[in-house]
């Protein structure tokens, strides 16, 4: 048996617009294991983002439970969300977000400064050189193309250690080839460091190279899940 890095119960999160109720995640019980490698897929609207949020504590939910990395965050406030996502959480979009003024090496170092750790340079160097961009420490985000941008994004996701990786369509902004490099570089940090890597994605190809995928369809999973993986 593995550690549990993430268990819900009937997780469920619904937006209230006006006289509207979307269940946009809807009764989700899921087990996520230490060194998984899960891709959240289906059609748009299914849920994938809303889930993937609510799992990394980027939004409160509405009701069940989500416990992660043995913590039950079920009705935790902002202040504990943020706590867990600094400490123990990192994160890659699509749109990359990296903030255009600052170089590739300053980008990468900013979640030190939140998290108020040692702003390092020696780390967030060896980090860019491990995702292949030793020759771009000091390009601005306009100064790199779009897979570089990427790497930049995932380093930077990385400085802070995170005991879980995030990534909502990491590939959804980047050609094919560019799409394959990304998602070698996620599968071999999975392997070769075990970390635990939860993104959700539209390309089939690239989704069932994942170790576990997960569909979803109208907020609920509609694929087989495994039970009970982890302790
Ligand atoms: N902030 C919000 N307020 C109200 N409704 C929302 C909000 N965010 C998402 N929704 C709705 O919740 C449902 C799930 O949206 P979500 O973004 O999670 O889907 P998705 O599977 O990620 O879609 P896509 O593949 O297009 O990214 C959709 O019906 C969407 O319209
Ligand atoms: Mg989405």
Do not use: W
């Not at 039950?72 to 977000?97: H, I, P």
């Amino acid at each position: 048996m593995k550690n549990c890095m993430i268990k819900t119960n009937k997780l469920t999160k619904v937006y209230k617009l006006l006289a509207e109720e979307i269940y946009a995640v809807h009764d989700v019980d899921l087990e996520v294991a230490e060194g998984d490698f899960v891709a959240i897929m289906g059609p748009s609207g299914s849920g994938k983002t809303t889930l993937l949020d609510s799992l990394g504590c980027l939004t409160t939910i509405t009701s069940g439970s989500l416990n992660i990395l043995g913590k039950d965050v079920s009705k935790a406030k902002e202040n504990t969300l943020v706590s867990m996502r600094r400490q123990s959480l990192g994160f890659v979009f699509q749109d990359f977000l990296l903030i255009p003024t600052l170089t590739a090496i300053e980008n990468v170092q900013l979640p030190l400064l939140f998290a108020r750790l040692p702003r390092e340079a020696r780390q967030a160097k060896e980090l860019l050189e491990s995702v292949g961009l030793g020759k771009r420490m000091n390009h601005l985000p306009k100064e790199l193309s779009g897979g570089e941008k990427q790497r930049v994004a995932i380093a930077r996701a990385l400085i802070t250690s995170p005991k879980i990786l995030f990534a909502d369509e990491p590939t959804g902004n980047l050609d094919t080839k560019n799409s394959n490099d990304i998602f070698s570089l996620l599968a071999d940090l999975n392997k070769k460091e075990n970390l635990t890597i939860i993104l959700t994605t539209h390309n089939p190809k690239l989704g069932s190279q994942a170790a576990r995928v997960i569909y979803l369809k109208d907020g609920r999973i509609v694929s087989r899940e495994d039970s009970s993986l982890c302790v």
